[in-house]
């Protein structure tokens, strides 16, 4: 076992960690109490610069204009970046992008990848994904409603999506619906490539989500497909190979979530030192003097550390013998990473009273926005009872053998 | 000990329960998406009809057009009406107002209860509360900042206060400021009565709060007091008291919170068992068929029981011995029933999965809102030290007698 | 609501908690450290002194020598009394004699009442109660393998139990067996009473639990029914009825155990508060002053307050409206007094570190011994399933009258 | 980051493994029943078979006997071993002996490494570690009492001390005395080899833990230093270096212990798979089928993995850059590692119900044993004060230096 990071990635990390303290961290005022439109012609110029830098697009392949980096890698800059909630996008990692690419970089025609791929990965126009439906649990793949039939050379969708993270703007999404419904559940459905200027795409609202509406890049749409008819070469992937597709995009997403969350927790401890270290409670103390805070600290930095381990050995596993072996340890991190996450934002705010509940600093942001961890790409108690069932047959199959 | 609840309050409690169904939720979606200020007309109507139905106002007094409830039978109420948050504005015995006028009808003069405690209690105008201080804690009265020196026959206010609940629109702000900077730390504040239209009294804004800046009585503000003159009479209560006054506006206080929190777990468990008896998860089968889901429901339902009695029974303590009896319950519910709360909001928004981040329930609104629950009023922590040193002394001095 | 004590059950307590402290307390030592059946002939003096003093069998009927309180008072008492694990025993309301004695006199016929209930009330001897059955949960009736045939006019029993408490030394044992196995499900069993002198009542083994194989009263017994027979007279209620009458006895004995956990918890805090007071940690400084400790003082008080208020509300329920219309109440507090108690005792240990796993102090007694209160008369887990399944039939069955 | 194992120690965890199940877990019943010392030529032959397969003393040096393997591969080694209570003494590694090998190893003269450390690590004779003072904090060096003074060429020892593990039996005690009572607090005590036939030292009693009062190896002991004189060349290390020395043996005993405590909760997660797909709860049921039990086993795996890859983690920090320099790690698995121990062995022993509260399965002893993993080398609390206080330096540091 060796747990060092290498010399190239300390590098990256540290221009990152510091284009972060100086570039975003200073922007995100704004960020809290503006449109996100309104930062985007500010955000181009941070682009402009990360990729002079030539850190842009850090998990992309070289040859599309990214750096390349492997998954253990790129989970380092995501906790770095994730410090700020502005840090993905300014580096042209923010999902739903980066999943999309993956798929049309693994799935994509030449055509798709020309494009579609080329551009997302430049930055030039976003995408969204549109998978999960209004009144159907997303884990469930039977209760898929949304379909498409082959009229012609034309594929005819309708269905009703919601949680279309990012459509707001997006040039095009990649819908999952129904198109083998006499298959196997799990080969029903299929993924297809839905310019948003195509009648029949409509974007029906921006769903308040945590009294927060939302636009442009951060936003979640309510989507109504009707009669939405795109050309046949739009299928991504084989016929009924949604599903399919869909799991392998999220075992590498888990990744970049769960790296994320964690970075969001360095940052939360960061606030909580600022905070603890100067606050006055009595004449010639301050909050970092007593027990009940230092306890605090103590159990945020087990609790960071115990995921950040567990998120990087499965980073690992991935990266050395792929998703498929990895399949338990992702359902792992998923829900332990996010209760830590869940645990340190909380504490972030208790520290800071009063002052966490506003928008005068990122915390109150995190604590509503990233309560969501617990729920999207599988609640926490489906990964539990996944590790379990996975467990349980391995035991019964061991205990066969012998 | 006799657990029964009086016929008179079951007759009352019927009538809330029925009218918080049929008139107040079915607006909580405007709440929800609009601001405050734009519902006003409508609650105007519905809180005509409260006084009509002669349940307005229900723990003032009598002779200001209240019930005239005792605190036990007032904790049912509020219980009652917290299922949605536009009940005790309704009611007419909502935040801060309802604290205002207990302290102006102890200790205004017979002048300040008709100009101000009358109009108030009628929800003719609306008030404010106006102690916290920007950069110093609570919970510590030496560390204020904020001053008054009379000048003739006029009180000068010079300070910095937040969290002024309800600044906006207000008619008058109760002001904590030091006004005996010689006397001992707790007798130094005193409570001054601000018209908001007095020039030096300054909104200098709402605060942003987890994304929301509110308006109205939905609101809570910065105010910069500069050199702001008011009257000498305007002082509430003696000079040098403002603390003991604060302290026992606080005790009844926390029972109204408390029981406040209860009705939002009462709430937040209907829409668990709608969701769970609804929600489909696989053909045949509701949420409400799963063990994980049962076993929150049966945790939920001991946390609100637990919390609900011991709220209870302070409010009991407190109508037969005195606030100051009752010091270590009322220090006890605090942070306990603030914890149940968190559980139960929290559980409550994981069981609707992806709809309890939206807008579209109420619940993300209390998850995010109500987390202030475990900072005002006295941090958990403040209250868990508070009742381990009074044991600490009690058991010392009852050793002591042996 | 009226949450005061009588001055009758005042005085009671009153001179219960001298008793303890006096007489009992001293005598744990020998208890943590020597074999219970050693102790018994100072208890019989004790058990002497208590009847003297009028306080013998709180909770039996008045015509059979008890004190006839109803249940709510004889909550009270257990609180009380387990304060010290020889209180229950001392006064003549040990477990499994209690539950026993109210089935007798409930259900048994006049001979029964003469031979066996004034007998085990007077404390003359001692029973047990048999119906765990070894690889079968307890919660499943029809899982039961024991069982009786009438052959003429004697029962035959077959059949093999553990965690028959208290069989070593006993007189006689009530045995669960099934009887009609064509029944019902919840109708096959019936309860009979078996001397344990009877030829083929074997006692198999005192079970070692937690490293402590036990005596006497102390013990909890395997035993093998190998063709035992017994007079038809023995039969104890009517055929098939022996579930029904379980949960009958299990219903009060709840509130006993509950009020006997919430017991243990005052004593715990009693060690804790003694401890932090007088444990040094650096000079001129004791653990109280520490804000760990303040901490958990006020958590532990917080959670015994909850636990205690719930226990004696439900207590309250059954003696006035009867056990079946608080059987949510009574599932509640069977797992949340539960939790409670686990969570006393072991912040209670942690305190006093080192000592706290010795038999120095009765703290490990209780932390390794009582940990069974989450699984005896119901896993916690049972519990909240069954809480759950009676909340969601209500709500659909209002939901369906509107 | 390269979370592989070795090909070399995949070999020798798979031999002890195979070991621990085929001839040590067979002998727990009796460990379990039946005093320590009768287990002792039993398990003398499987330290002849450890012997044998040059297994014997895995993290002892090469020239010594042992297998010399690093702290990392030796805390995997001690994973497999403590899958049962009989596994570090029967491979030679046992406590308290591996970390008095440790101090002899460094600092003893070569006289004393022949008379005392050969033979202990052959496993000829035992040893035990006398530094923990009845009634003082242990966290505290500035509290101890005991204390040596030189006496023309011996020490005279006197003091009083407990939780002297392994003291029955064992040859020689290595003790902790004040010796140079004006240096600054942290440089008063220093250690000194007393043999346990010294007159003067006093075994006054195995002190009863947990309701065992244990014996042999298998003990903890009070010991009574009264005028002990032993010659001045038993003094092991520089004078004053004592606390030094014992801050040296805990490092790495945090790693044994911790890697321990993965292998006790790997070994409840067996015998919980065991119970769940065996345990019937209805008719072609078993407990493995319930969610709750799923959910319990995704919760325990997420719980190990998490604590196990933190210590390999400090594992490999200080076989690379020292135990100084991961001292904040040290003090994180501590704590964290003691706090998921608690949680698995509290599970398995619900998942056994009433079996589990029995001495039928090892779980029991683990939980009673095992609770003291909280306590022993300093409480949780301590770990995260002094973890939480590193931290805030060097956040102060850090921030200074910008």
Known sequence: MDFSISPKMQTILGMIN???????????HDF?????????????????????MELWAPMHP???????????EYGLVCEALARTPLGVYTFGCQAPDAGNAEILHKYGTPEQKEKYLRPVIN???????????????????VLMDSNAVLDGDEWVINGHKW?????????????????????????????????????????????????HTGDSWHSHAE??????RVPAENLLGPRGMGFILAQERLGP??????????????RCLELVLERATTRPIAPGQVLADKQIIQTWIGEMAAQIQAARLMVLHCAWKMDTLGTKEAREEISLIKFYAAGVLQKVMDTAL????????????????????????????GVDEVHKLSVAKRIIKEYKAKKGQK
């Open 18 to 28: 510091e284009f972060v303290d100086k570039e975003l961290i200073p922007m995100e």
């Open 32 to 52: 809290l109490t503006k449109e996100f439109s309104s930062l985007e012609p500010e955000l181009e110029e941070k682009r402009r610069m990360v990729k002079e």
């Open 62 to 72: 070289k040859d599309f204009g990214g750096m390349g980096l492997n998954l253990l």
């Open 123 to 141: 930055g030039e126009i976003r995408s969204c994904f549109s998978m999960t439906e209004v009144d159907l649990p997303g884990s469930n793949p």
């Open 163 to 211: 949680y279309t993270s990012s459509a707001d703007g997006s040039k095009f999404a990649i819908a999952m619906v129904k198109t083998e419904p006499d298959a196997a559940p799990h080969l029903q459905a299929s993924m297809i490539i839905v310019p948003t200027d195509t009648p029949g795409f409509n974007l029906v609202r921006n769903i308040p989500v945590m009294g």
């Open 223 to 228: 989507i109504l497909y009707q009669n939405c």
């Open 253 to 266: 997403g888990r990744i970049h979530h769960c790296m994320r969350w964690i970075g969001i927790c360095n």
């Open 350 to 377: 208790q520290v800071h009273g009063g002052l966490g509940m506003t928008d005068d600093t990122v915390i109150a942001s995190f604590y509503r926005g990233e309560r969501a961890a617990r729920i999207y790409d």
